[in-house]
């Protein structure tokens, strides 16, 4: 079995590089990097560090608003993030983000090009992929009634008091958006108010347990309730402590997201920031990183390999299904929508009904 992840990983990873002679504190190289909990094999950071001499700072948020937030208030002096599509286009549009130098990152080449000129980098100028995967419900199979196949089971009565909603305006709206049939990038007023109304009704009704982020984690691993909106490699995590759980993109689509990583226009340590990102885009750490989050690489080679790897680290093969879902085949991908960057105008009213729904 792969090593369980640790659930708080607040990781502040510090290696001295004080030599025999001792070392002036201004030669010390850093890198400070501000990522998802959970979203990295630690060691990696440590192998970075005894390779380049560099020490890394490693911290965690919660989603992708929180960063914004942190970043807007200052609150994070960090060098790399690692944000997904649509909140990194809303940081190039408002110039929070520097251009990378590629002669740095060598091992960008190996990035398939489908994850390449995406809408949020369409000139492929701030960002180098790092992983990828789809958005939908996790469900106890034990504890409902039929397979799960329908938003509708995020809003549905029946399960009062045993789902769990995303806490994260865009994800939750976005199941609201779906379930009426409407765009997840929608930028009508009243469709938005609508898959809200859809939200607050259940909020209401006592359809939701709680609304989580990582929670998620030690609910639905201790069958403690019976559905929940989350990621794809988030649950095969879950499925290693908790067998009687399924994974459904629905029958109305989704969401399918790239987090990438990306240099702060204002970091103060934009080399070291360089030299991270190559050594995690290289094939050696991406396979490593996928085998331990469970997130597909958008590496080409690991994605052509990781199977292989699989199976020499475990001593059997795969399961195709598992793999499908972490690593989703076009046909599931048609029926999923990236994200993109919201007007301001449609970003304060997200923000306005989120205050409103009093999460």
């Not at 009704?205 to 403690?224: I, R």
């Not at 190559?278 to 052509?304: K, Q």
């Amino acid at each position: 079995m792969k090593k369980l992840i640790a659930l708080a990983m607040a990781l502040c990873c510090v290696l001295s590089m004080t030599a025999c002679g001792g070392s002036d504190a201004k030669e010390k190289r850093v890198v400070n990097v501000c990522s998802w909990g959970e979203y990295i094999d630690e060691d990696l950071i440590y192998e970075f560090e005894e390779e380049t001499g560099i020490e890394v700072n490693y911290q965690t948020v919660e989603s992708n608003e929180a960063l914004y937030s942190l970043l807007k208030t200052g609150a994070g002096d960090y060098d790399v993030i690692v944000p997904s599509d649509y909140m990194i286009a809303r940081l190039i549009a408002e110039d929070m983000l520097a251009e990378l130098d590629y002669s740095n990152i060598p091992n960008y080449d190996l990035i398939d090009d489908q994850y390449k000129g995406l809408s949020f980098d369409p000139e492929n100028k701030y960002t180098v992929p790092y992983t990828w995967g789809t958005l939908g419900i996790i469900y106890n199979t034990t504890m409902v009634d039929e397979p799960i196949t329908s938003w509708g089971a995020m809003f549905d009565e029946k399960y009062a008091g045993q789902v769990l909603m995303i806490r994260n305006s865009r994800d939750a709206l976005a199941a609201g958006l779906l379930y009426l049939g409407y765009d997840i990038n929608t930028t009508d007023e009243a469709q938005i108010r609508e898959a809200w109304q859809v939200l607050a009704d259940a909020k209401n009704k006592g359809v939701y347990q709680a609304f989580v982020m990582d929670e998620v984690f030690n609910k639905m691993e201790g069958g403690n309730a019976a559905i929940a909106m989350y990621y794809a490699g988030d649950y095969l995590t879950m499925l290693e402590n908790n067998e009687d759980l399924a994974y459904v993109v629905p029958e109305e689509g989704s969401n399918w997201f790239v987090d990438a990583m990306c240099v702060l226009k204002d970091a103060q340590h934009k080399e070291e920031a360089e030299e991270w990102i190559n050594f995690i885009a290289g094939t050696d750490a991406s396979l490593r990183n996928m085998d331990y989050l469970w997130y597909a690489s958008p590496n080409a080679e690991v994605l052509e390999q990781y199977p292989a790897y699989y199976e020499g680290e475990y001593g059997e093969p795969i399961d195709p299904e598992l793999y499908e879902i972490m690593a989703a085949p076009q046909e599931v991908l048609d029926r999923c929508t990236l994200y993109t960057n919201l007007p301001q105008e449609t970003l304060t009213l997200y923000n306005d009904l989120w205050t409103e729904l009093g999460i």
